[in-house]
């Protein structure tokens, strides 16, 4: 049985992105893609081809993200879910681009969703009133995304968040790594890739010690950082999304076999390639791959199948 605790539905990028949700026969844009090329090698790097990627291809990397991310719908969602054996998903709205509301209609269609909630920082909101309402109609958790959100994890406003929806005891998710998702003038506008640095959550994870986070693809390139500043902090878990399976090796030692989750970021990644990558780490260890693939995130989100 698999989990995957790190998943979205709808263009996270774009005004109205829960519209793509519903779209059909939708097929990825042909384009020169190199996050498949390292899904090839289960995301094995070097300092050379993180310097590669991170900087003489981060546009080309880019465009093949944004292609992967106008996939995003429930149809290929559900297909991608049938075809690599994954019994429910976590999914992730970034307000205001895709909703709860957006989220919790898909979930209302298929069971197998399992819905965050978001906040929209952009607008005077009451934090409490709203993530109350979404808890209390389905919600299991909140996503954070400094990045595309531009709200840093250290600021008042995500201070205020994570109080009101820590009452709730469910998990807080939050992008991790620095990243650019947009191209052109908007890379300017639209984003601040600072604010994925793993030191911008260390005030947020220490400051709500009874709040369960969630390290986005524990950090990305650096995910070597999130272990030495989060490993020994018995609150904060990582997904998998995006690490090879000597990464994960290294996060299960660091966090313990019960800190460490399966996740593939789908679309933007892909599961079945992040599943193979955990099944190399555990190297045949059913007891810690059940861990790693479920249980861990079944008790965290309190469901169960």
Known sequence: MIIDVHTHLGDILSPDGGKLIYHIGVKKQRVLDFISVAELGLYKTNPVTEWAFKSLLQDQVTKAARARNLTATLENFRKSMDDNHVLISACMPIAPYVTFCDLKKAAQTDSGIVPFTSFDFSLDQDPTQILDRDVAEGAKGLKLHPIIQREPLFSDKTFKVVEAFGTHRLPVLFHCGVYSYYLGREKKEMQEPAYGSPQDAVKLCTSFPGVAF???????????????????????????????????????????????????????????????????????????????????AARLLDVST
């Open 214 to 296: 969630i390290v986005g693809h524990a950090g990305l390139f650096q995910y070597r950082e999130i272990i030495d500043l989060f490993a020994g902090r018995k609150n904060v878990y990582v997904d998998t999304s995006f690490q090879s399976p000597s990464a994960i090796k290294e996060l299960i030692r660091a966090f313990g076999p019960q800190r460490v989750m399966y996740a593939s970021d789908w679309p933007w990644g892909d599961r079945k390639t992040n599943i193979r990558s955990v099944a190399k780490a555990c190297g045949g260890d059913k007891s810690l791959e059940r861990l790693i693939y479920y249980e861990n």
